[in-house]
């Protein structure tokens, strides 16, 4: 399996913008991937897809802030957070899902896992 390194984690308070980026060790040609995030007490969720062809979803709470970017040039996931607000404290995770071409964040299954990246947002 590929390893999947996160950065970009921070703490910073509401308002601010960061970026969260996902290295992969091999990159999941035509493959979905996405952004995950888990909050203390709270089960993970997803947060944003990004399809093998292309294609990019969102959850309704991030929807508008986020913006989900492949370069597989770089092979590299970036996730730019911008709005911040405290709910959208978590350990944010990067996934892929080498079973799936066409997916959106209510159908991807993730199958590799990074080890996360902290980003807590004071209000």
């Known amino acids: 399996q590929a390893r999947l390194e996160e950065s970009g984690g921070d703490s910073v308070q509401t308002g601010r913008t960061l970026w969260l980026r996902c290295v992969a060790s091999e990159w999941p040609m035509g493959h979905c991937m996405g952004w995950f995030r888990q909050a203390k007490g709270r089960q993970r969720e997803a947060v944003a897809a990004y399809s093998g062809f292309g294609h990019t979803t969102y959850a309704q709470s991030v929807e508008g802030r986020f913006t989900i970017m492949r370069d597989s040039d770089k092979r590299t996931l970036t996730l730019i957070m911008n709005h911040l607000k405290p709910e959208d404290t978590a350990m944010y995770y990067c996934?892929?899902?080498?079973?799936?071409?066409?997916?959106?964040?209510?159908?991807?299954?993730?199958?590799?896992w990074g080890q996360g990246t902290q980003v807590t947002v004071s209000s």
């Open positions: 996934a892929t899902d080498l079973q799936t071409t066409d997916c959106t964040i209510a159908t991807m299954t993730p199958d590799n």
